[in-house]
């Protein structure tokens, strides 16, 4: 098991940036394939962005493609997203998840897929 803590959310205005973090218990982070999903009110928890245990492979949304980056500090035990250009559509918590076992060049982009899960972190965007 590994457990996760986000950090970094709060009070943007639109267009404006944040970066979440996700901290995990352990030694074996760097073998994890690390994810970010969020949800907002009333909707159901949606794929944001995914990133391999070697780092060298992500994948996300179609909707945060060119604005929202993924990467992990292997070395520190936490994986990132930093989001720029928020809109107030993407107003919600944002959870990291966590998936052990996954070989290195794999990304997983479905809730099934991990195992683990952190608290969440609020992100409200105002217009």
């Known amino acids: 098991q590994e457990q996760l803590v986000e950090s970094g959310g709060g009070l943007v205005q639109a267009g404006g940036s944040l970066r979440l973090s996700c901290q995990a218990s352990?030694?074996?982070?760097?073998?994890?394939?690390m994810g970010w999903f969020r949800r907002a009110p009333g909707k159901e928890r949606e794929f944001v962005a995914a990133?391999?245990?070697?780092?060298?492979?992500?994948d996300y949304a179609d909707s945060v493609k060119g604005r929202f980056t993924i990467s992990r500090d292997n070395a520190e035990n936490t994986v990132y997203l930093r989001m720029n250009s928020l809109n107030p559509e993407e107003a919600a918590v944002y959870y990291c998840?966590?998936?052990?076992?996954?070989?290195?060049?794999?990304?997983?982009?479905?809730?099934?897929?991990?195992?683990?899960w952190g608290q969440g972190a609020q992100v409200t965007v105002s217009s």
């Open positions: 998840a966590a998936k052990g076992g996954a070989a290195g060049g794999i990304v997983l982009s479905t809730r099934y897929e991990y195992d683990d």
């Open positions: 352990g030694r074996t982070f760097s073998r994890y394939a």
């Open positions: 990133i391999s245990w070697s780092g060298a492979s992500t």
